[in-house]
């Protein structure tokens, strides 16, 4: 089968949905007749229509809160952010109403709310943001980011098919430079599942979206000395996959833990509690993170660079792990 990228991937996923199921509709900005600002949903409404393909007012919490309406009523809306960094604008309708819907109502909110997220394209502050830290904390949200294209295509269709919000975060600077071959038949990655990346026995890499290829670019690197590093691919957030995090600290019993989200608040401290919590036994080191500086990313290249993690950075960081 020949290969797709990974934004060749998340259209499949929304085409073969709305195949299967003519509940799925797709609501957001420009994503009809000019199919999206990346093209991700090119192709749709001329295959299904404009009552299933919807273009919308530039309104985030417009979009969101008619999503959830839609859910309510038996529909499984699919929301479009032209790029995440403006579902700040709709997290009052989120975090307030539908992450808080089956709790008060009883009523599922089966929607899921994507977009592109992500910097290392030079796109400056306003179109390079990974958001996945500020709804972390709120029960009711499930958050997916996946690095390949085979992930990107079944956890799609997962987050589509599970009947509450889904928030998933599809990395722009991915979208076509990595390709995959997809498996064949109804292809669905579980929400909730970590996948080791790379085996490895003498410390271990966690991380997840875009920073997935950095930290396997680290392990080639680490390789050349001899250092075995496991590289754990998170995929979902929320849930976290504990049982996969405890399984690599018990094997490598070294840490590094990597995201380019900014360092403060970033998820990388909920992991190094859980396994302080769980597997601290299992340390021989000190949990190390590698993340982006706690500045709005700059468009500059070099300033881009200095801001978000490296290869350079994680290499450095599995060294100094290893000398404790």
């Given amino acids: 089968?020949?290969?797709?990228?990974?934004?060749?991937?998340?259209?499949?996923?929304?085409?073969?949905?709305?195949?299967?199921?003519?509940?799925?509709?797709?609501?957001?900005?420009?994503?009809?007749?000019?199919?999206?600002?990346?093209?991700?949903?090119?192709?749709?409404?001329?295959?299904?229509?404009?009552?299933?393909?919807?273009?919308?007012?530039?309104?985030?919490?417009?979009?969101?809160?008619?999503?959830?309406?839609?859910?309510?009523?038996?529909?499984?809306?699919?929301?479009?952010?032209?790029?995440?960094?403006?579902?700040?604008?709709?997290?009052?309708?989120?975090?307030?109403?539908?992450?808080?819907?089956?709790?008060?109502?009883?009523?599922?909110?089966?929607?899921?709310?994507?977009?592109?997220?992500?910097?290392?394209?030079?796109?400056?502050?306003?179109?390079?943001?990974?958001?996945?830290?500020?709804?972390l904390h709120t029960p009711g949200l499930k958050i997916v980011c996946p690095s390949t294209a085979e992930d990107a295509k079944g956890l799609l269709k997962s987050a589509i098919r599970d009947d509450d919000c889904v928030l998933f975060f599809e990395h722009k600077y991915l979208y076509r430079r990595i390709k995959g071959v997809m498996p064949a038949g109804d292809h669905l990655t579980p929400i909730g599942k970590a996948r080791v990346a790379r085996a490895g026995t003498d410390l271990s890499i966690i991380t997840y979206g875009a920073t997935v290829w950095k930290a396997l670019d680290a392990a080639e690197e680490l390789a050349k000395s001899g250092v075995a590093a496991e590289v754990i691919d998170l995929r979902t957030l929320a849930p976290l996959d504990d049982d996969a995090i405890v399984a690599t600290v018990r094997k490598t019993n070294r840490v590094v833990i990597v995201h380019e989200d900014t360092r403060t608040g970033g998820i990388a401290g909920e992991i190094t509690a859980r396994i302080n919590e769980l597997c601290w036994e299992w340390l021989d080191a000190p949990v190390l993170r590698v993340t982006a500086h706690d500045v709005p990313l700059p468009s500059a290249p070099a300033l881009e660079d200095f801001v978000l993690p490296q290869t350079a950075d994680i290499v450095a960081a599995a060294q100094r792990l290893l000398t404790y």
Avoid at 14 to 25: G, S
């Fill in 1 to 135: 089968m020949a290969e797709i990228t990974y934004l060749e991937a998340i259209r499949e996923a929304l085409f073969e949905e709305m195949e299967r199921d003519e509940n799925v509709i797709c609501l957001g900005e420009d994503v009809g007749v000019f199919g999206g600002a990346f093209k991700v949903t090119e192709g749709l409404q001329a295959r299904f229509g404009g009552n299933r393909v919807i273009d919308t007012p530039i309104s985030e919490i417009a979009i969101v809160g008619a999503a959830a309406g839609a859910a309510h009523m038996g529909m499984r809306p699919v929301a479009e952010m032209q790029f995440i960094d403006f579902i700040a604008c709709a997290y009052d309708m989120l975090t307030n109403y539908v992450a808080t819907s089956r709790y008060r109502t009883g009523l599922a909110c089966p929607m899921v709310v994507r977009g592109p997220s992500g910097g290392y394209g030079r796109s400056g502050p306003f179109h390079s943001q990974n958001a996945e830290a500020a709804f």
